[in-house]
């Protein structure tokens, strides 16, 4: 079974990404991920590796926050970026994609998915007019 606030906060985080996804977030989008991104504040630990100091999440203290808190990590770490700019949504599935093409011209996520099936209606949705303008004219 699923825990219902489990799943609004879920979907809550996920409005706030469709918010934030190409645009710089402000005011109460900022609030909430800040809030979020406190809430396993007992568990994180520091720990140096290589020569760096890395922020970790304890598993076994932050219990089911670990999940939130991964979801949030990867929201703020993203928004940091200077890669924000080239966030999209597909158009297709609504999921999100890093645009790294040259010019910043792509449009799905994965052209054999999303792509090859957006462009297999544009085709069919073409085909069809044609048809009915020659049936029209005949």
């Known amino acids: 079974t699923s825990d219902p606030d489990e799943e609004e906060w879920l979907a ?10 190409g645009r710089v977030a402000e005011g109460p989008d900022l609030v909430a991920l800040s809030e979020a991104a406190a809430a396993p504040g007992t568990a994180m630990r520091l720990r140096s590796s290589r020569g760096r100091v890395l922020r970790t999440l304890e598993p076994t203290l932050a219990g089911p926050s670990l999940l939130r808190w991964r979801l949030v ?3 703020v770490v993203l928004l940091t970026s200077e890669r924000l700019a080239r966030v999209k949504a597909c158009p297709a599935c609504g999921w999100f994609f890093l645009d790294v093409s ?5 449009r799905w996520c ?4 999303c792509g ?6 544009a ?10 303008r020659a049936r029209a004219h005949s």
């Open 12 to 21: 809550g985080v996920g409005r706030t990404a469709r918010r934030v996804a």
């Open 73 to 75: 990590e990867s929201a």
């Open 102 to 106: 040259k010019n910043r011209s792509r």
């Open 110 to 113: 994965s052209m054999t998915n």
């Open 116 to 121: 090859s099936l957006a462009k297999a209606r």
């Open 123 to 132: 085709y069919y949705q073409r085909s069809r007019r044609r048809a009915g």
